[in-house]
């Protein structure tokens, strides 16, 4: 399923929850990238792997407490809106569905995107939207081209461009309403926002 998005990922994948008191966050220190790096290093190797997948839908308070994320906390924006796929390798990047880029850019910054791109797609004959975020802000498509269904929209960057994180890809479905209501600039929000703004990408991932 999530070779659709990485074709590099060959072997099983792995669930690490980043949830509040989730097993990770009492072991290392996750605002310590070479904390964390070290760690899934290990997990790798255990587990015999080579990606490691945040969920969709966790609430995260912990930790965006732990990466100084106030203004998102402030806002009760907790609630993680995407998949993650955490691989610490440059890896290509597919589309599950052809798309046109209506969002293609560099959102730099700690914390942020770096190289993000959103698709306008249809699935089941609604309207959706197809975010993918930390790539490299360097190899993006221009706006308007047309993206076929397992092409490539990009590759994963570095922390340098991503934003900071380890290397990994942010995949997020926003409905009509949410790319509208300006979710393809959100990473997180609230447990109301998903249906109505935000959808499972398993959903897509498994059906297309």
């Not at 790096?37 to 969920?55: D, H, T």
Request: hydrophobic fraction near 40%; charged fraction near 20%.
């Amino acid at each position: 399923m999530y070779e659709k998005l990485i074709p590099s990922i060959k072997s099983k994948v792995w669930t690490v929850s980043f949830a509040d008191q989730a097993k990770i966050l009492q072991q290392i220190d996750i605002s310590d990238l070479q904390v964390v790096r070290n760690y899934f290093e290990g997990l790798f190797k255990v587990q015999k792997c080579n990606c490691i997948l945040g969920p969709f839908g966790e609430e995260r308070f912990a930790m965006l407490e732990s990466f100084g994320c106030q203004h998102m906390l402030d806002e009760q924006r907790v609630v993680h809106l995407g998949l993650d796929l955490i691989t610490m390798a440059y890896s290509q990047v597919t589309t599950p569905l052809t798309g046109r880029v209506v969002l293609s850019q560099n959102e730099a910054g700690p914390g942020q995107f770096g190289g993000k791109v959103v698709l306008e797609s249809e699935h089941q004959g609604k309207n959706i939207h197809l975010l993918f975020g930390h790539l490299d802000p360097e190899l993006l498509p221009p706006l308007g081209a047309e993206i076929q269904k397992g092409a490539t929209v990009g590759k994963l960057g570095s922390k340098e461009v991503n934003g900071g994180w380890l290397e990994h890809l942010h995949f997020q479905v926003l409905t009509q309403d949410g790319f509208e209501a300006g979710f393809a600039n959100f990473g997180y929000g609230k447990s109301q926002d998903i249906g109505k703004y935000v959808l499972d990408p398993k959903l897509i991932l498994t059906n297309s």
